[in-house]
C-alpha cells in the first residue's frame, strides 16, 4: 500500500466514524447498502454534518468566517483532488468520481448561509432553502446511486427531491422547540411559534404526506444495490412522521418526538420482509 493509499483509507475513515458518531438512523440505513456504496454516502454525510455544526453549534465563534472558509477549501479540495481536511478530501473523491455537479454543492452552501442570519421564511425562500439544505443531499446520493447512467438518473430526479424534502420537513417539525428557542429558527411559512395552531400543524403534514407519497414511487424502481437500505430510511422518517401527526401541536412545542431503539429494529425488521416479498 502507497503512502497516498493509506491517507485515503484513512480518511475514509474519518468520514464514516463521523457518520456513526452524529447519526445511529443514518448509520444504521447505510449498512443496509451494498458496499460499494456505502464509503460515498459517508463522504456526502460528512460534509453536510461539518456544514451543519459550523452554523448551529459553534455559538462562541464567527460562523460566518468559519462556513466561508469551509466552503472555499471544499472548492480548492474538488479543483486540487486532495484536501488536508480528511472530510473534504473524502467528498472530492466522491464529486469527482460520480460526477456531483457543482450547481449542487453552490446549493447546499446558500442554504447553509441562509442560517447564518434568516430566523423566518416566507413560501419563496422556504423551498429555496429546503432545495439547498435536502433536495440536493438527495440528488447527491443519487449520483452515486446511478453511478453513471444518466437516463436512470434524470428518471428518480424528481422522487430524491421529494425524499429529501420530506426528511427535512420532518426534522423541521420534530425540532421546532429547539430550532426557535435555541437558534431563534422558524423555517415554516406563514406560522408563528408563539401561536402555533393544529391547523397549522396539519397544512405542514399534508405537504409531508405529499412529499413521502411521491418518494415511494422512485424508491420502488431505484437500482437494487441501493433500494433497500433507502427504504428502511423512508420507514424510519415515514414512521416518525406518524408518531408527530399523532401527537397534538401544543405537546411538538414542548418535547421532541423520538423513535426508541426497540422502534429501529422493528421497522428495520418489517422492512426486510415486505422487501423480500416484493412489497415496497
Known amino acids: 500500500m502507497s503512502s497516498f493509499q493509506l491517507y485515503n483509507q484513512v480518511t ?28 460515498p454516502i459517508y463522504d456526502v454525510y460528512g460534509l453536510v454534518r461539518f456544514a451543519d455544526e459550523i452554523v448551529d453549534t459553534f455559538h462562541d465563534f464567527d460562523k460566518a468566517k468559519l ?22 478530501h473524502r467528498f472530492q473523491l466522491t464529486v469527482r468520481k460520480y460526477n456531483i455537479g457543482l450547481e449542487l454543492v ?4 446558500n442554504s447553509m448561509e441562509m442560517d447564518l442570519s434568516k430566523q423566518e421564511y416566507d413560501a419563496a425562500t422556504y ?21 453513471g447512467d444518466k437516463e436512470k438518473y434524470e428518471h428518480l430526479k424528481p422522487s430524491a427531491q421529494r425524499l429529501g424534502a420530506a426528511f427535512q420537513k420532518v426534522n423541521f417539525l420534530r425540532d421546532i422547540k ?11 411559512p406563514n406560522c408563528d411559534f408563539a401561536n402555533f395552531k393544529q391547523e397549522d400543524k396539519q397544512i405542514i403534514e399534508e405537504d409531508i404526506q405529499a412529499d413521502f407519497s411521491a418518494a415511494l414511487d422512485g424508491i ?30 401544543h405537546s411538538i ?6 423513535i426508541p431503539d426497540y422502534g429501529k429494529v422493528f421497522i428495520f425488521a418489517k422492512a426486510k420482509i415486505r422487501s423480500q416479498l416484493n412489497l415496497l
Do not use: W
Open 12 to 39: 475514509a475513515e474519518t468520514s464514516k466514524q463521523t457518520t456513526l458518531r452524529y447519526s445511529s438512523s443514518f448509520s444504521m440505513a447505510i449498512k443496509l447498502l451494498h458496499k460499494d456504496l456505502r464509503q
Open 67 to 88: 462556513l466561508e472558509q469551509f466552503k472555499l477549501d471544499t472548492y480548492t479540495a474538488i479543483e486540487q483532488g486532495v484536501s488536508l481536511n480528511p472530510i473534504l
Open 106 to 109: 453552490d446549493a447546499f452552501f
Open 127 to 147: 423551498q429555496n432553502y429546503i432545495y439547498g439544505s435536502a433536495e440536493v443531499v438527495g440528488l447527491m446520493c443519487l449520483h452515486i446511486f446511478c453511478d
Open 178 to 188: 429547539a430550532d426557535f428557542e435555541g437558534l431563534e429558527r422558524m423555517y415554516f
Open 220 to 249: 420502488k424502481i431505484l437500482p437494487l444495490k441501493a433500494r433497500f437500505g433507502v427504504y428502511v430510511a423512508f420507514k424510519y422518517y415515514y414512521t416518525l412522521y406518524k408518531k408527530i401527526k399523532k401527537t397534538k401541536h
Open 253 to 258: 412545542l414542548q418535547t421532541r418526538i423520538r
